[in-house]
């Protein structure tokens, strides 16, 4: 969890001793540095660094800083992430793709209710195996929490505005990245030891198959807005099926009351896919939460690759910043296998933060439900409070606008 601070031009010196102040200017430099490379990489004089950042505390006690960046009429924070054998400029490149990522539900609106009539608090996907507590049913407000609206909102919008400063005549795709079946195995382990009912479990499938359709339907629909906003010819955009081909054998685990091993999937998987091939020749995964996280960084790999002899490609990702570790595992995977990763990612920050406990906290951890009341009892729904955030341009500095919003 996440603990945010209002962005200030320069760090308060009567507050914090000289050495801290020097550190972080140090990595408030090297993050404004980074945006600044990412300018002339890109060959554009429309993306720069701005003058104020935003100092996040992390629940682990770690620091980092989000300097604000400005592209294409668009001011954010954000955290900027390249491999290092990248080519000098984009030009040099025959194709770009983005991946636009965005998880399901939040971290607490999936309800577990147990055999024993109680209900379970703790989030639904980080439930561990426990044979005292049999989750027979799941529970799921159909609407979209604030969450789903806020981050595929933002990644749909900064997608947007990269690809409109990019050089006129590359090939652009975009994929937008909403998990499906990684979703099936997170709980699979839950019903393969006896902690989730096989009726909840096929109930889950459900749940997930049309929490699907409606998230990235609606980053789809929100991308193209923003596209047609910033006067970008509408690239090749596709939903990601990645995984898809383990499908048929989930059913058919489920439908016969079977489980299926780690190394299983990995060797049904490694069998269409050289990415995979990697991972079975590595660390195999301990259990299919494992199989369906490091899915991510395979797919990453796999976008990345050259569709063709010769050709120079690279991924741009835009995603939430708590999913940065994606990044990190996909080009360690390739480092360790000799390959050629091209890729850097642009993490925007959150606009619309929660109150919980004295702190700011973001909205997957601490979802204060499908409408928001304010001090004059006035009802907002997450579409609402998000459309009024993050428009189609910017016409404050962001600075004053997330001053003016967490206060």
């Known amino acids: 969890m996440s603990e945010f601070y209002e962005p200030t031009g320069s760090f308060d010196t009567a507050l914090r001793p000289a050495p801290a102040v020097q550190k972080e200017n140090r990595v408030l430099k090297r993050g404004c540095d980074r945006i600044q490379w990412f300018a002339e990489f890109l060959q554009t004089t429309e993306l720069s660094p701005g003058g104020v950042a935003v100092r996040e505390v992390r629940g682990d006690g770690s620091v980092a800083f989000l300097p604000q960046v400005n592209v294409g009429g668009t001011a954010d924070f954000a955290l900027l992430r390249r491999t290092k054998n990248l080519l000098k400029k984009i030009s040099e490149y025959d194709r770009v793709t983005f991946v636009l990522g965005s998880c399901l539900f939040s971290a607490r609106s999936v309800r577990a209710h147990l055999e024993n009539g109680s209900r379970l608090d703790t989030p639904v996907l980080d439930v561990r195996p426990d044979p005292r507590h049999v989750i027979h049913e799941l529970r799921s407000d159909r609407r979209r929490s604030l969450y789903e609206v806020q981050a595929g909102t933002m990644v749909a919008r900064m997608a947007a505005a990269l690809a409109s400063v990019l050089p006129a005549g590359i090939p652009m795709d975009m994929v937008v990245q909403v998990p499906r079946v990684q979703y099936y195995l997170q709980l699979f382990d839950l019903y393969a030891q006896g902690t989730l009912t096989r009726e909840a479990l096929e109930h889950w499938t459900g749940l997930v198959d049309a929490r699907h359709e409606l998230q990235s339907g609606a980053i789809e629909a929100c991308l193209k807005k923003y596209l047609a906003a910033n006067e970008v010819h509408a690239p090749n955009i596709r939903v990601s099926d ?6 048929p054998l989930i059913h058919s685990k489920i439908a016969h009351g079977g489980r299926i091993e780690p190394a299983e999937a990995v060797d049904f998987l490694a069998g269409a896919n050289v990415f ?5 020749g590595s660390q ?6 494992e199989v369906a996280n490091t899915s991510y960084a395979v797919e990453y790999l796999d976008l990345s690759a050259a569709r063709q002899s010769g050709e120079k490609s690279l991924l741009i990702v835009v995603e939430h910043v708590s999913e940065h570790r994606i990044f990190t595992a996909a080009d360690g995977l390739a480092r360790k296998a000799g390959l050629d990763f091209n890729s ?5 920050m959150e606009r619309v933060l929660t109150p919980w406990n004295g702190r700011l906290m973001s909205a997957y951890y601490r979802d204060p439900g499908h409408v928001l009341v304010n001090q004059d009892g006035i009802k907002y ?4 409070i998000v459309d009024a955030v ?16 967490i206060e």
């Open 344 to 348: 850097c990612a642009v993490y925007p």
């Open 242 to 247: 990645f995984l898809a081909d383990l499908v």
């Open 284 to 289: 195999m995964p301990s259990s299919l939460r």
């Open 276 to 280: 995979w091939r990697m991972v079975a």
């Open 390 to 405: 993050y428009p189609i341009r910017d016409v404050v500095p962001l600075g004053d606008a997330l001053s003016n919003l």
């Open 381 to 384: 729904t997450p579409e609402e």
